[in-house]
């Protein structure tokens, strides 16, 4: 069965810092891989997601994440924090299409604390 | 705005009331979602349905009854709820369902 763990629950951090949030899944098979970003009172939108190609994918804000086949690992990084990325970000896989495993499963999300 | 709308966004309601929850969207997808979030807890997927057949029904209780009538409109039927039932409902709908989600603001649920 799928799983997505994020062992990071809440992460405190200053502006400037560097961000590195951790996910790791479980599945044998070919995998999609996002990060969703939910900030304060507002919804839940898709920050990047990974289908194929290059394993370093960038996302909007800054983010950018790297997959790690041989961890099953696909990490959200940014070199430089803002305030405003204080939200709470989950990781989420799913399997391609035709795969018998489709269902999305997210992770228990990392909320992210920033101190101006 | 994500194109994807619930109502209503707050509902207190008794453990022997009725009552629905609604989800439209407008971006002409097939696959539509309903999870529930609550504190301290990972996102739960409840149902899925594609091209307005469910093709997914995580263990959901049957006091949670879902409605697919097209493939821009989502319901949630809820009765006879608990308490441990209040959460935040998100609705959520991708082009297919290997691909990314646009998720609406949720309905937040108080079960008294």
């Known amino acids: 069965a799928q799983s997505v763990s994020q062992h990071n629950h809440h992460v405190i951090l200053s502006e400037a810092a560097s961000l590195e949030l951790g996910c790791n899944y479980s599945y044998g098979g070919t995998v999609n891989l996002f990060w969703y970003v939910q900030y304060p009172g507002q919804h839940l939108q898709l920050l990047l997601k990974y289908f194929s190609g290059d394993p370093l994918v960038k996302g909007i804000k800054g983010f950018e994440a790297e997959f790690i086949k041989s961890k099953f690992s696909f990490n959200l990084r940014k070199p430089s924090v803002q305030w405003s990325d204080t939200a709470e970000y989950f990781c989420?896989?799913?399997?391609?299409?035709?795969?018998?495993?489709?269902?999305?499963?997210f992770g228990s999300g990392t909320r992210l604390s920033i101190r101006p | 705005e994500t194109g994807v709308t619930q109502t209503p966004r707050h509902l207190v309601m008794g453990m022997t009331n009725k009552k629905s929850l609604k989800c439209e969207q407008h971006l002409g997808h097939n696959a539509m979602y309903w999870y529930k979030q609550s504190a301290k807890k990972p996102l739960e997927l409840m149902f899925v349905?594609?091209?307005?057949?469910?093709?997914e029904n995580n263990s959901v209780p049957s006091r949670f009854s879902p409605e697919c009538p097209n493939s821009s409109h989502l319901f949630l039927h809820l009765h006879t709820l608990q308490p441990e039932d209040s959460a935040l409902y998100l609705c959520?709908?991708?082009?297919?369902?290997?691909?990314?989600?646009?998720f609406g603001p949720g309905t937040r649920l108080t079960v008294l």
């Open positions: 349905y594609n091209f307005k057949e469910q093709t």
């Open positions: 989420a896989v799913n399997a391609p299409r035709g795969s018998s495993a489709s269902k999305i499963i």
């Open positions: 959520a709908s991708s082009q297919d369902q290997t691909d990314e989600q646009f």
